[in-house]
């Protein structure tokens, strides 16, 4: 197929629908990302459990939403409280499991080489995901009672005008068709019996007018350029964006922050200066751990996915490039990375090649690393003898 | 003179074992009955997944490259083997063993020059970074293959004539065996070595660190090509689940478990590693009872040992006995409250399915192997008499070559 087949076939009017979806997905990405990269930073390991760990959370909201009251097909009204409350409890729950996995898994490995600390790390997320079969239901694949949102409507925008002519069209055919069912109406009306001479005519006369008006009302659907965001995918990106200035406050501008700093600076000379090293290790792993469990309430709640136990293994790995892309460690480059990501996907998607979408978070990897070994804002190191 | 006679009869005696084993599996020795199906299955998957292990060790423990994308060199060898055979087999008119072993060479020059082009960014990326692409190059390539109709797309491609030689999947893993045991007691590997302990010093000392990596990718991928080939004609039908980021995994636990670094540990992990799982394939339900009791058992029996390798410096021979003790104190703990918590109704009435507690298991083992001996059951020595005889406390009567 050569090139220009190929942008003739495409959709321009909704390219900007799925670069906001893209954005939205990528809110996602970028706070499991965030987690990833502030675990890399300060003990340089890839933490594979990380994707299981939001997939508890999304667990985590299940029964909290069940609790609740929102079991399968209950009709309830809820309020925004339910969904705080769901929040901070996937939060809470996340950043213990976190911390735990740490304390058990981890910390024995740290003074070991890095291969092994690999290895319990993919050893961890194994152990959740087929552990967590076990126990959590996944057959078939719960999901969150959509009642459970508050926030039904849909935030609708009009980019770009519908084309003025067809609007005038559209309403002389609407006028024109209206005027033809009122013909027809009054015939037969008139005379309800002897339908078939005198009103055939009117009746087809106002069908060719009713296909005339759909024809031209879905002309101008196309002809604008709208965009539709559910208002709970609006709250996502509010939330990551409101989670990510905190994050980037608390590592720039506490003491705790320096010190995490410090310690993915330099491990060894941290711990010789003062800081707590293992205490700030474990605040790493509960405030990472708490972003993916709050990215998995909402991702669970608003979009409405159904969980099993492999629910964090797309996530996890596609937030891990994410992180890499964005360069390992770097916080503004893990949410630019996130949305990257996001975006990339759903233009991958818009191209028409949407079985490639899993495939193209690794191919923009390679040539990332390919050309910018340290990724997007990360610093490239030259390694010194 | 003699050189080549210890070489060829090496090789007769390879491929004279290798026969030996299937005509053993296949029931054609008199007074041995035939191995079933299924176990057919084990013994050759068993020696693909040994196959598999060794040639990963070659590029993850005696180059040191971080590779765990080794699924998309097998998958790359499979369906190379599948898309020939589907087509050109009937016409070839070869015989069957001739045909399998030339699929074979044929995969594993498909997968080495996929292994070319991961090793080439290796030649720029390290560590973590390098672990990451590989992961991703198998990714893309299980994607394309899914989304190539040609080849079955998702749904797989069965592959026709059913070769099942049990004697050429051991002979291949034996080849493998030999090729990283010759190369690193020659003059070739020893760069290997070198690239694995400092890349720096290494290119500083006048090795030349770009073809050493290239080659052990090249190397590594070729015999998981072989592997892949010998994986099609056996099982006469592929698909791209065969080929997920697990299988990846499990191929590197079985090299680091094994040891990284080491060619026999590696080829005993990965015959103990593939056993496991299946084992527990046939394994009784577990009653929740009995789950609670054996999770409580093996942690005990975990934090003695952890407790002992910290605290305790004995002998060898006294840190052994303690070990033993500490797994018997596990064993019987275990015993103690199963007992106690069969009263316990909940946790009674409820049944595990053993096929479900597999890769439980599987990952367990990993996590506590990892966390009482990280450096791998054999670290970087091989397996070899002298060696049980040091573990026993007494003087190795021969000089021990370290891999």
């Given at each position: 197929m050569d090139l220009a087949n190929l942008v003739a076939a495409l959709d321009f009017s909704t390219l900007p629908q799925q670069l906001v979806n893209g954005i939205l997905l990528g809110a996602i990405?970028?706070?499991?990302?965030?987690?990833?990269?502030?675990?890399?930073?300060?003990l340089r390991l890839i933490n594979f459990a990380h994707g299981e760990v939001f997939m508890l959370g999304a667990y985590v909201s299940l029964f909290v939403s069940y609790a609740m009251g929102f079991g399968p097909g209950s009709t309830r009204d809820s309020t925004?409280?339910?969904?705080?409350?769901?929040?901070l409890s996937s939060m809470l729950v996340c950043g213990i499991v976190g911390v735990l996995i740490e304390l058990f898994a981890y910390r024995p490995m740290r003074s070991q080489a890095r291969i092994a600390s690999l290895i319990t790390a993919i050893g961890v997320s194994l152990l959740l995901q087929y552990g967590g079969a076990l126990i959590l239901p996944n057959s078939p694949p719960p999901s969150i009672n959509e009642r459970v949102n508050p926030i039904q409507g849909t935030l609708e925008m009009s980019l770009v005008g519908p084309d003025a002519g067809l609007l005038k069209q559209a309403d002389e055919a609407k006028i024109a068709f209206t005027q033809a069912e009122d013909r027809y109406k009054a015939q037969s009306a008139l005379d309800p019996k002897a339908e078939q001479a005198s009103t055939k005519g009117l009746r087809d006369e106002k069908n060719a007018a009713d296909r005339t008006y759909n024809n031209l009302q879905r002309r101008l659907d196309n002809s604008g350029v709208r965009l539709r965001v559910p208002w709970g995918q609006v709250i996502i990106l509010g939330t990551t964006i409101v989670l990510m200035l905190m994050l980037t406050y608390l590592v720039l501008y506490t003491s705790v922050g320096r010190a995490m700093r410090a310690v993915s600076h330099d491990f060894d000379s941290a711990s010789l200066m003062g800081v707590n090293v293992n205490r700030i290790v474990t605040f790493t792993f509960l405030i990472g751990s708490m972003l993916a469990g709050a990215g998995a309430m909402m991702n669970a709640t608003f979009i409405g996915t159904p969980l099993t136990t492999f629910y964090g293994l797309q996530p996890g790995v596609k937030a891990f490039v994410a992180a890499v892309l964005g360069g390992i460690g770097n916080i503004p480059g893990a949410v630019l990375g996130g949305l990257l990501m996001g975006v990339a996907e759903t233009t991958v998607v818009w191209l028409g090649y949407s079985s490639?979408?899993?495939?193209?978070?690794?191919?923009?990897?390679?040539?990332?690393?390919?050309?910018?070994p340290g990724g997007l804002m990360g610093s490239n190191k030259v390694e010194k003898v | 003179m003699r050189y080549w006679l210890i070489r060829l009869g090496s090789i007769a005696l390879a491929i004279g074992g290798c026969l030996l084993l299937d005509m053993l599996v296949t029931g054609q020795v008199p007074g041995v009955n035939k191995v079933d199906d299924f176990g057919q299955r084990l013994v050759v998957l068993?020696?693909?997944?040994?196959?598999l292990a060794v040639s990963l060790n070659l590029i993850n423990g005696i180059t040191g490259q971080f590779s765990i994308g080794h699924a998309a060199f097998y998958q790359v060898g499979a369906y190379t083997t599948g898309f020939l055979a589907v087509t050109y087999f009937d016409r070839s008119g070869l015989p069957g063993p001739v045909w399998v072993i030339g699929m074979m060479l044929i995969s594993a020059v498909a997968a080495s020059i996929a292994g070319l082009v991961v090793g080439l960014p290796s030649l720029r990326l390290r560590g973590d970074y390098l672990a990451i692409v590989t992961l991703g190059f198998g990714e893309i390539i299980r994607i394309l293959v899914q989304n190539s109709d040609k080849i079955g797309g998702s749904y797989g491609m069965t592959v026709r004539p059913k070769f099942q030689y049990i004697w050429l999947?051991?002979?291949?893993?034996?080849?493998?065996?030999?090729?990283?045991?010759?190369?690193?007691?020659t003059a070739h590997g020893l760069p290997f070595l070198a690239v694995r302990e400092d890349e720096i010093a290494s290119s500083a000392m006048g090795v030349n660190v770009t073809r050493v990596k290239v080659t052990a990718f090249v190397l590594g991928s070729a015999f998981a090509g072989a592997a892949g080939a010998l994986l099609a004609h056996f099982e006469a039908f592929i698909s791209p689940s065969m080929f997920t980021m697990d299988v990846s995994f499990i191929i590197l636990t079985m090299v680091v478990l094994g040891g990284t670094g080491s060619i026999t540990g590696s080829a005993i992990a990965a015959v103990l590693l593939f056993y496991l799982p299946e084992k527990l394939r046939d394994m009784a339900p577990v009653s929740g009872a009995g789950l609670v009791a054996g999770v409580i058992g093996v942690l005990a029996a975990v934090a003695g040992i952890k407790w002992l390798i910290s605290n305790y410096h004995g002998s060898r021979l006294n840190r052994g006995i303690f070990v033993v003790c500490s797994?018997?104190?596990?064993?019987?703990?275990?015993?103690v409250f199963s007992m106690v918590l069969r009263n316990v109704p909940a946790l009674a009435a409820t049944q595990f399915e053993a096929a479900k507690l597999r890769m439980v298991i599987f990952a367990a083992t990993l996590i506590i192997l990892m966390l009482v001996r990280p450096q791998g059951v054999f670290a970087h020595h091989e397996f070899s008499w002298s060696w049980v005889q040091r573990l026993l406390g007494r003087r190795a009567p021969t000089k021990e070559v370290a891999a």
């Open positions: 990405y970028a706070l499991i990302a965030l987690g990833y990269t502030r675990v890399y930073g300060v925004w409280i339910n969904l705080v409350i769901m929040l490639y979408r899993d495939a193209i978070a690794f191919i923009i990897l390679i040539v990332v690393l390919l050309f910018r | 068993a020696g693909l997944y040994v196959t999947v051991w002979l291949l893993a034996i080849t493998c065996i030999a090729v990283c045991r010759n190369l690193l007691k797994i018997v104190a596990g064993v019987v703990i275990q015993i």
